[in-house]
T-cell receptor, first 115, second 113 residues
């Protein structure tokens, strides 16, 4: 138990569906992240939020839309996804966002399958 | 950018000490070195972090030579449950270089009975 929870743990959706992934951290951290991990590929950073403000967006397609209503919650809204978006989506948090020595605490991930 | 290079995979027998080396030739003065462990279908988990010389905790040791261009994660007496992917990250302290988020391909360690 890392103090970061994600729901749902598994999700199957069609290409025309709209769904949301939720992440919650109970660590009092100020920064939250979304990562994507496809099979046999490295983790890819998608978004970084610091104090509820987006500070990094790594050229992610607009069909992925993040939302950070407060420092404890992070959402990833999904719409019109493609089969190649099937992956493990990981949420993480850290005390600060832009300091290289910060330890990131990861949630268990959401396994997404797009049909 | 201080990206990292690690062996893609390693095998070890149970009970042996495992050393995984990471190269980071372009490491900057303010960079820290952090290692994470990831089991299948789980998020990475912090193992250890260091800046120079040697750091030890209850899980592992981290050796960093004086030039800091490489680092070695040492896992004492591994067990089957240590089978995982191990990532070495180098993080810039002050600016948003993104290196602290670059996990790379990691080293897949397989512990054999």
């Amino acid at each position: 138990e890392t103090g970061v929870t994600q729901t749902p743990r598994h999700l199957v959706m069609g290409m025309t569906n709209k769904k949301s992934l939720k992440c919650e951290q109970h660590l009092g951290h100020n920064a939250m992240y979304w990562y994507k991990q496809s099979a046999k590929k490295p983790l890819e950073l998608m978004f970084v939020y610091s104090l509820e403000e987006r500070v990094e967006n790594n050229s992610v397609p607009s069909r992925f839309s993040p939302e950070c209503p407060n420092s404890s919650h992070l959402f990833l809204h999904l719409h019109t996804l493609q089969p190649e978006d099937s992956a493990l989506y990981l949420c993480a948090s850290s005390q600060g966002a832009l300091r290289g020595f910060e330890t990131q605490y990861f949630g268990p991930g959401t396994r997404l399958l797009v049909l | 950018l201080a990206k990292t290079t690690q062996p893609i995979s390693m095998d070890s027998y149970e009970g042996q000490e495992v050393n995984i080396t990471c190269s980071h030739n372009n490491i900057a003065t303010n960079d820290y070195i952090t290692w994470y462990q990831q089991f299948p279908s789980q998020g990475p988990r912090f193992i250890i972090q260091g800046y120079k010389t040697k750091v030890t905790n209850e899980v592992a040791s981290l050796f960093i030579p004086a030039d800091r261009k490489s680092s070695t994660l040492s896992l004492p007496r591994v067990s089957l449950s240590d089978t995982a992917v191990y990532y070495c990250l180098v993080g810039d302290r002050g600016t948003n270089t993104g290196n602290q988020f670059y996990f790379g391909t990691g080293t897949s360690l397989t512990v054999i009975p």
